[in-house]
């Protein structure tokens, strides 16, 4: 599970600086925002603790970052089946001479360009919509022309049919999630009943231990007409870079830090030829038990957010250092989940009776691909199997340095305009940054690692189907709402006061209920599982108080807002709602968690809407964020790597193009 910013925070973050397509090395006045289009901007990020590491640590890392981008083209072609025809040709445009840069059209679509790099593919990241080319078409096909370069007829469809595979992901209720959706995890004429029934009949060896059906493999049709799964390995489909991801995985077994992350790469290695998933579980288990290293990474096939079926996991990486000061600080939540636990408000039936193997570090990222890049988590809790968390353990991280990036380049328009009054306004500035990362923190550490699910209930997948992935986020969040503004925070030393809570109270409800809408377009309703996940928790809480006045809708001066009256109260309700739906996910209730979902995480409130979209425009911001990564730059003596140094882009554009040039393999 991960957590991606919250509108909370990104309503901080205004424009800085326009690009500057240069490198630089290291300087004291770093520039953290390096361009700006549509409603993208683009940040860079530091490594504080690079300098901290042996030679033969940053060597390490370095292999498995070039791991890591070998995969790239995994995540493009998974996104949609047209993707890498689509890019090639991009790159191709823009990175020929003979283009002539200067003119409007080709300005049109470089934006467009860059949009679908951001995206890992032509359909919105968050949104899940395929963007209008908003470029000139009559150009397009005479630059093509002019290159010698061809477009199939159903790619040359993708991008100009407004109507052809709109949709990367469709969960709306009542359509057909598969054939409602774009995403290239299923072949384009399975059913999801043909889905259902092909994973129902999958049988355990150890029911109590079930592998991740479906984690590593496309659902596809044969000749004849059956079904089988095109799995994902060395020898199978994207065979050319998984062999580039295992070549880079030895060379880092080589150089790990102790045996016990030896032998977990061992395991991956492993995974990746075979693709067998009992092999990923085996990986998991010795990954997710060693702690004590510096350098630490994810690599896999890991989060199901892209699948409309909840069973496919996006290929992403994240390679990460520890930040020791920082952990250090923070461990404390690690250390007491056992009490977190013990307390939360949910049915004693449904709590563990004991939470093992914990971990919880604060992490400078050193370099991210796939799933985590362009668009970055600010915190990440694996692994997802719940019978491996229960025996195993899990590893929570905050991403330190991304989280850092972010208030570097913050500003206070939307907080400025959005907040109720210039009490609300001070406390978020005082408290804003404090109550976010510990909100992540709880919501990592304490929340994905909570709860049980009932004897001979399926797994989340498989009972909640579609709705899973939001009513996980949402019981995580809930779990940290409930103890952010608990005693025991000041007790253990990681508030003063409750002041950080009430800002983060403050900062959820106005992000759930108005905030973060500016993320979809009118007439659109609420797809993603995060922003689904925010607004049911908001919505839910809102409704439920309103005859005690808990949060109190105002309109002043024809501007809404949402104050919250009585925080105590309100953290009454989120307990409430966490004890529902830690229920629903241990009972596999699947018709009570649609409703919820449904009801108050989906629906869009067409006035709320347009205000947020009209007063947010005049402050021009980009309603998302990412990032380019530092470059890893090997340094070579007798034709071994000894030692690698760091240099810091400052151009989206550029990065992306060496990357195409360096890392395609598909």
Known sequence: MKTIISMG???????????????????????????????????????????????????FAYHLNEAGLSGRDIMWDCNYRHNLEIRKILESIISNNEINHSTQEYKDFEVYAKRVFFANGIHHHYSNMKFEPKFDKTWFLASLKSLNLELSEEAHRAIFDSEFDVKKVN??????????SAVNFYAPDITQLEAEKFYSSKKDIDPERPVSHGLNS??????????????????????NSIQQIIKHLEKARNTAENDSQSKALDLLIQYYRTGDLSIWDQYNIEWVSNTEGDVDYINGFVEVYNDPMGYRGSYETIVQIKDFYASERMAVVADNVQWFEDNSPINK??????????????????????????????????????????????????????????????????????????????????????????????????????????????TPKETLKNYSSTLEEARADLVALYFILDDKMQELGLMKNKE?????????????????????????????????????VASWAFE???????????????????????????????????????????EGDYESGRVLVENYGVKVDPKIHE??????????????????????????????????????????????????????FE
């Open 9 to 59: 925070s990104l309503a901080l973050i205004i424009s800085l600086n326009s690009c500057n397509h240069k490198e630089e090395m290291k300087t004291d006045d770093f520039q953290w925002q390096i361009d700006r289009f549509e409603d993208v901007k683009i940040l860079r990020y530091k490594i504080p603790s690079w300098e901290n590491l042996t030679a033969k640590q940053r060597v």
């Open 218 to 239: 496309r659902l596809s049709r044969d000749d004849n007409g059956a079904i089988y799964e095109d799995v994902f390995s060395a020898s199978g489909r994207y065979g």
């Open 500 to 536: 950080a809570g009430y800002a983060e109270y403050d900062s959820y409800i106005s992000n759930g209920m108005m905030l973060q809408l500016r993320r979809i377009l009118p007439g659109e309703n609420i797809e993603e599982d995060h922003m689904r996940n925010r607004q049911l």
């Open 171 to 180: 969960r709306a209720d009542g359509v057909d999630l598969l054939l409602g």
């Open 349 to 458: 039936n449904h709590k563990k009776d004991s939470v093992v193997g914990v971990s919880y570090k604060i992490v400078q990222v050193a370099g991210e691909a796939g799933d985590s890049s362009p668009s970055t988590p600010i915190g990440v809790n694996l692994p997802n199997a719940n019978w491996i968390r229960a025996e195993h353990g899990s590893k929570s991280v905050s991403l330190g340095n991304i989280e850092d990036a972010y208030q570097q380049s913050s500003g206070k328009g939307m907080a400025n305009e959005f907040s109720f009054s210039k009490m609300h306004r001070e406390r978020a500035e005082k408290y804003g940054e404090l109550g976010s990362k510990m909100h992540t923190a709880l919501h990592e550490v304490v929340g994905h690692a909570s709860g049980i699910i009932n004897p001979g209930v399926g």
């Open 544 to 586: 439920k108080g309103k005859e005690e006045n808990v949060v109190e809708l105002k309109n002043i001066d024809n501007k809404t807002y949402f104050v919250i009256n009585n925080y105590d109260k309100l953290r009454e309700y989120f307990g409430e709602l966490l004890n529902e739906i830690q229920r629903i996910k241990s």
């Open 611 to 664: 205000e947020v979209l009209r007063r947010s425009k005049p402050l021009n911001l980009a309603a998302y964020s990412g990032f380019v990564n530092p470059k890893m730059i090997p340094i070579v003596n007798n034709d071994s790597i000894v030692d690698v140094d760091i240099a810091y882009p400052k151009d989206f554009l550029g990065q992306i193009l060496d990357y195409g040039k360096d890392y395609s």
